[in-house]
Nanobody
Framework: QVQLVESGGGSVQAGGSLRLACVVS????????MGWFRQVPGKEREGVAT???????NYVESVKGRFTISKDNAEDTLYLQMNNLQAGDTAMYYC?????????????????????WGQGTQVTVSS
């Protein structure tokens, strides 16, 4: 059984940085696409960044140049480095794993293809 456990969330002021981590157990991550999503109350969960089995990243437009997704295959850990955080980044952040090597394109439906979710970690940015 694959399990994902996120950590690293917290409260920061605008312009600050946080680094999220997602430790995967029950399987090895190097064969799969993985991603970070976020959700605020009353809104759909949206994709933030993905990284495929080859290590190629992709980002939603709003975080390009500020967020960096990476992974450590040896440690089965996914990361999200978030710099220059803004109030609009406030959300619950979720780690996700897809049961495929390639990642889906960024679209509203990309969350529907996720195989397993983590429990989430809260990020709060104050202005």
């Amino acid at each position: 059984q694959v399990q994902l456990v996120e950590s690293g969330g917290g409260s920061v002021q605008a312009g600050g940085s946080l680094r999220l981590a997602c430790v995967v157990s029950g399987d090895t991550i190097n064969n799969y696409c993985m991603g970070w999503f976020r959700q605020v109350p009353g809104k759909e969960r949206e994709g933030v960044a993905t990284i495929d089995s080859a290590g190629d990243p992709n980002y939603v437009e709003s975080v390009k140049g500020r967020f960096t997704i990476s992974k450590d295959n040896a440690e089965d850990t996914l990361y999200l480095q978030m710099n220059n955080l803004q109030a609009g980044d406030t959300a619950m952040y979720y780690c996700a794993i897809y049961f495929s090597r390639r990642c889906p394109a960024f679209a509203a439906t990309m969350r529907l293809q996720v195989f397993t979710w983590g429990q989430g970690t809260q990020v709060t940015v104050s202005s």
